[in-house]
Antibody, heavy 118, light 107 residues
Framework: EVKLVESGGGLVQPGRSLKLSCAAS????????MGWVRQAPGKGLEWIGE????????NYTPSLKDKFTISRDNAQNTLYLQMSKLGSEDTAIYYC???????????WGQGASVTVSS | DIVMTQSPTSMSISVGDRVTMNCKAS??????VDWYQQKTGQSPKLLIY???NRYTGVPDRFTGSGSGTDFTFTISNMQAEDLAVYYC?????????FGAGTKLELK
């Protein structure tokens, strides 16, 4: 069974940093692109970015490129999202997702909640 | 960025109804549109990929069509468990972008 489990969310003060993790199991992690999507409270989905199998290609939505860094550790079957200079607008549920061979997000985690507040 | 405009924003429907929603891209995205279902409190779930391909295990009452700038998603025989918000997403040009969603509610 494909399983993605996000962790590392919580309450963080404005201007601080936070790193989310996404532990993958049930598939060959290093064969897949992986991505992150977020959803602010009561709002729609926002694509954050994606990373290829060997981390040689990482694509971001431009507005987040200077704040967020996507990385992965294939030995640990884990995807990461490093977030810096957080503001209230970054309060959201953050989902990791697997991209299949058509670059379609076919499996999603349950999400990690991040609240940016003083 | 490509803007994906979904319509309607919400729909009041009854079980058994045929439901049709639309997604319009601000520029040509070919067939690179996927449809996701998100039920309350859950993560999104892939239903249709590349405009018209039903994902593994998705019931055949869900269909997608379109290409270029205009896309349609249809539920042929609405079931109670289909109550959700449905999102389209284009992956033709970076950054990938989602529509704002269509929420299905019971009449």
């Amino acid at each position: 069974e494909v399983k993605l489990v996000e962790s590392g969310g919580g309450l963080v003060q404005p201007g601080r940093s936070l790193k989310l993790s996404c532990a993958a199991s049930g598939f060959s992690f290093n064969d897949y692109w992986m991505g992150w999507v977020r959803q602010a409270p009561g709002k729609g989905l926002e694509w954050i970015g994606e990373i290829n199998q060997d981390s040689s290609t990482i694509n971001y939505t431009p507005s987040l490129k200077d704040k967020f860094t996507i990385s992965r550790d294939n030995a640990q079957n884990t995807l990461y999202l490093q977030m810096s200079k957080l503001g209230s607008e970054d309060t959201a549920i953050y989902y990791c997702a697997r991209e299949d061979f058509e670059y379609v997000m076919d499996a999603w985690g349950q999400g990690a909640s991040v609240t940016v507040s003083s | 960025d490509i803007v994906m405009t979904q319509s309607p924003t919400s729909m009041s429907i009854s079980v058994g109804d045929r439901v049709t929603m639309n997604c319009k891209a601000s520029q040509n995205v070919g067939s690179n549109v996927d449809w996701y279902q998100q039920k309350t409190g859950q993560s999104p779930k892939l239903l249709i990929y590349k405009a018209s391909n039903r994902y593994t295990g998705v019931p055949d009452r869900f269909t997608g069509s379109g290409s270029g700038t205009d896309f349609t998603f249809t539920i042929s025989n609405m079931q109670a468990e289909d109550l959700a918000v449905y999102y389209c997403m284009q992956s033709n040009s970076y950054p990938n972008t989602f529509g704002a969603g269509t929420k299905l509610e019971l009449k």
